[in-house]
């Protein structure tokens, strides 16, 4: 076979490897404009997609994700009230760019300042939810960093609330993959899908100077199964974008970092997840209720329980590849009694060609109670017994 033929078989042999989803989507076979992206299952984390990940550029109003997160947080702990009345300081309101003109001393309930944050990327809220939270912005950045931290962001430091460029210096950091694991913790924040899926909010404040407010994520209306998150422009971070999007049950994570314009962000996130919904799909690989196994329990009545999945497993896996999923399990070698119905008693684990692609837990599938005296011995008289005329 000549050089040549032999590259046109590679050719299609890659080809064909890649339509049954052998090899992952190389970077170059998406036309993306942005400087960083990924694209990410949201069930388990999986990098179904990236360029630049790991490369550190400013991400201008993508940190109102960690300002949005640490606020509804504390809410959640009971530290702070949505109803509680937030009083603007002088550095709140003396804030720039994109803000709802807060005047110093003006109040203004906690969950208005939320949205304001939310749907109209204010800056001025931004600062005003910081305050109230923690004292002072700078206590409130202290927070956001130490959360950075408990997320596994390795590549982030935050200086301010905002995304705003400071006064002098560069603008804080992130890489397009901590950006995706801070979106994807976003999802599991008490009401914080509820704002930022929010196109259109009226604010209630009588004093406010901006009735409404409309958000800057287009695709809530242009792209079908979009419910968030945040977008973000400065003049050094370009135009970025954290959205989500979920179609038959297939949630995806798509950012982009550094776009030349608004016009080229919304294009490298319609590409992204069109590509993902295109390639990927939501497979029930095992169904709730269904047993991997029964586990002693040694002192128990009765002496053994069943592990099952507590709910249907899901997992992304590439269309036409869902038959070649595979399930192991490990299971605890034996409990003690009592146990109660639902307790963790294993893990199940799907994989493809040897790639984890999602994990689940097994539970007990019913309650054992701890089995009496005398049924005890009568359990061990028999195991003796059995053992000795074995």
Not at 72 to 89: I, Q, Y
Request: glycine share 8%; net charge negative; hydrophobic share 45%.
């Amino acid at each position: 076979m000549t050089a040549n033929g032999r590259l046109v078989l590679i050719l299609l042999l890659s080809a064909a490897a890649l339509s049954l989803g052998l090899m992952p989507l190389p970077a170059h076979a998406l036309d993306l404009k942005a400087k960083a992206a990924v694209l990410m299952d949201a069930s388990s984390g999986r990098i179904l997609y990236e360029h630049n990940a790991d490369t550190p550029l400013p991400v201008a109003s993508l940190t109102k994700m960690m300002t949005l997160t640490v606020a509804l947080e504390a809410v959640a702990r009971g530290e702070a009230s949505l109803d509680d009345v937030v009083t603007a300081s002088e550095f709140a309101a003396a804030k720039r760019g994109t803000r709802i003109w807060l005047e110093a001393g003006e109040q203004m309930a906690l969950h208005e300042l939320l949205y304001a944050v939310a749907v109209g990327s204010a800056n001025d809220a931004a600062v005003a939810v910081a305050e109230h939270i923690a004292g002072s912005e700078q206590e409130f950045v202290a927070l956001m960093n130490r959360r950075a931290e408990e997320l596994g962001l390795e590549h982030t430091h935050f200086l301010n609330s905002t995304g705003l460029p400071p006064d002098t210096g560069p603008e804080h950091t992130m890489t397009a993959r901590d950006a995706t694991v801070l979106a994807r913790h976003c999802l599991t924040v008490p009401r914080l899908m509820d704002y930022v899926s929010t196109y259109e909010y009226t604010m209630r404040a009588a004093t406010t100077k901006i009735p409404v407010l409309w958000n800057s994520n287009k695709l809530l209306k242009r792209y079908n199964g979009v419910d968030g998150i945040k977008t973000g422009f400065t003049t050094a971070a370009g135009y970025c974008m954290a959205a989500t999007a979920t179609r038959d049950g297939l949630r995806l994570i798509a950012v982009v970092l550094g776009c030349p314009s608004e016009s080229a962000r919304e294009e490298d996130v319609r590409t992204l997840l069109d590509s993902g919904f295109q390639r990927y799909q939501s497979h029930k690989a095992a169904a709730q209720g269904q047993a991997f196994g029964r586990i002693a329990v040694w002192n128990g009545s009765p002496n053994w329980v069943d592990a099952v999945l507590a709910q249907d497993f899901f997992v992304t896996v590439e269309r036409g590849r869902e038959g070649d999923v595979e399930l192991d399990t490990e299971l605890t070698t034996s409990l003690r009694a009592p146990c109660a119905a639902g307790a963790k008693v294993g893990v199940i684990c799907a994989r493809l060609d040897g790639q984890v692609l999602a994990t689940a837990e097994l539970v007990a599938a019913s309650e054992v109670a701890q089995a009496g005296f005398l049924s005890l011995i009568g359990r061990m008289l028999r195991a003796l017994a059995s053992a000795l005329f074995l």
